[in-house]
């Protein structure tokens, strides 16, 4: 009798301290490899384009091909060209006035786009080597995108031409470009997020719940086509992926000293 009440508290005990131990783990367990050619996962089913003009994009890259950098400009369609972009965040459609925000993420540096009818502009384009695991922060104020490298400012671009600009949530890639490489901890924000708040958090998991956190897929289900959004709005859905072989061990550093340098000091 004791030993079948005890029990089930042991076990309850275990399962508390394996969340607390879970949680204040540092890395980020699983991420995901993209293909670069048709795979993706989407969580932009509820729409995100009620956040606009001052709002924050932040995920984790580890690319393995080069994209293609386009002049900035605030017209035109470049980002539709050539099929030349890897795009980690494929911007969503945002119609005849407004514009959906997107990331490209090349071995040779980033784009930010912008997409509505017959506007498909890099508003922000920044070239450098991305050799290894990298946190990619785009942060819109007012209309215009700054771009945050490993929690660093490094570009601010041209301020959108549009009415309102709003974030996009379709992870991977679509017909105008794929993603190649790994992705992890893929967060979005309604605010514009200081320098001191990404430095502070790109390293560690999040809860779900914190203030203005509008969506984020810690990517770290580990087997299944279901990628779990925190905040409980939009689970992400794995299209023309393999559960088998895209879950990887994430390489995102944890908020160790030592891992924190080692990105910190790169830029
Ligand atoms: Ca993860
Ligand atoms: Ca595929």
Redesign the pocket.
């Known amino acids: 009798m004791i030993k079948s009440v005890l029990f089930p508290l042991f076990l309850a005990g275990l399962s508390v301290i394996y969340s607390i131990i879970y949680a204040q783990s540092p890395g980020s367990g699983y991420a995901l490899n993209f ?1 670069g ?3 993706y996962v989407t969580a932009n089913a509820v729409d995100l384009n009620t956040y606009t003009n001052n709002f924050t994009i932040e995920f984790w890259a580890n690319p393995s091909a080069t994209r293609t950098p386009h002049p900035e400009t605030t017209s035109g369609i470049s980002g539709t060209s050539g099929y030349g972009q890897h795009y980690a965040i494929y911007p969503t459609h945002g119609g005849q006035n407004d514009a959906g925000v997107g990331v490209s993420v090349g071995t040779n540096g980033v784009s930010v786009y912008e997409h509505g009818s017959g506007y498909m502009p890099a508003l922000l384009v920044y070239d450098v080597a991305i050799t290894d695991w990298t946190h990619i922060a785009v942060v819109y104020i007012a209309k215009q995108p700054r771009l945050y490298i490993n929690g660093i400012l490094v570009k601010t671009g041209l301020t959108s031409a549009r009415l309102a600009c709003f974030p996009s949530a379709r992870i991977g890639g679509s017909w105008y470009g794929y993603f190649a490489g790994d992705m992890d901890e893929f967060r979005v924000w309604s605010t514009s997020r200081t320098q001191t708040q990404i430095r502070d958090n790109m390293c560690e998991k999040l809860v779900g719940s914190e203030v203005s956190l509008v969506r984020y897929l810690g990517i770290d289900d580990g087997s299944r086509t279901t990628v779990t959004d925190a905040t409980g709005t939009q689970n992400g859905t794995m299209l ?3 559960p088998t072989t895209d879950w990887i061990l994430s390489g995102v550093p944890g908020k160790s000293l030592t891992e924190w340098l080692k990105v910190t000091n790169k830029y």
Request: aromatic share 0%; net charge negative; no cysteine.
């Open positions: 293909d050619v048709n795979d023309d992926m393999t």
